[in-house]
């Protein structure tokens, strides 16, 4: 059973920081594209950071230079270090696992950040 669960979101003040992690489990995770994606109340869901099987990188230009996408194979695991944070990026952050030639995609549940003012 495939399974991606996330942890790490909460409560932070602006300007402060949180770190996401999502472990992975019942896939090769090594050979899945791994990104975070947010939706914000009201808004459609968005991609934040993403990290190749390659080590690729991208990221939103809303988090460029405040957040970092590091992904662990040995652990399963992708996480998204998440600075500065400002009240904009409250949002349900979704973690994603992506094979492009399946084609095929597993979402976790999601978990909830909020930035207070």
């Known amino acids: 059973q495939v399974q991606l669960v996330e942890s790490g979101g909460g409560l932070v003040q602006s300007g402060g920081s949180l770190r996401l992690s999502c472990t992975g489990s019942g896939f090769t995770f090594s050979n899945y594209h791994m990104s975070w994606y947010r939706q914000a109340p009201g808004l459609e869901r968005q991609l934040v950071a993403s990290?190749?099987?390659?080590?690729?990188?991208n990221y939103a230009d809303s988090v460029k230079g405040r957040f970092t996408i590091s992904r662990d194979n040995a652990k399963d695991t992708v996480s998204l270090q998440m600075n500065s944070l400002k009240p904009e990026d409250t949002a349900v952050y979704y973690c994603a696992a992506q094979n492009f030639a399946a084609p095929r995609t597993y979402w976790g549940q999601g978990t909830q950040v909020t930035v207070s003012t």
């Open positions: 990290i190749s099987t390659t080590r690729s990188i």
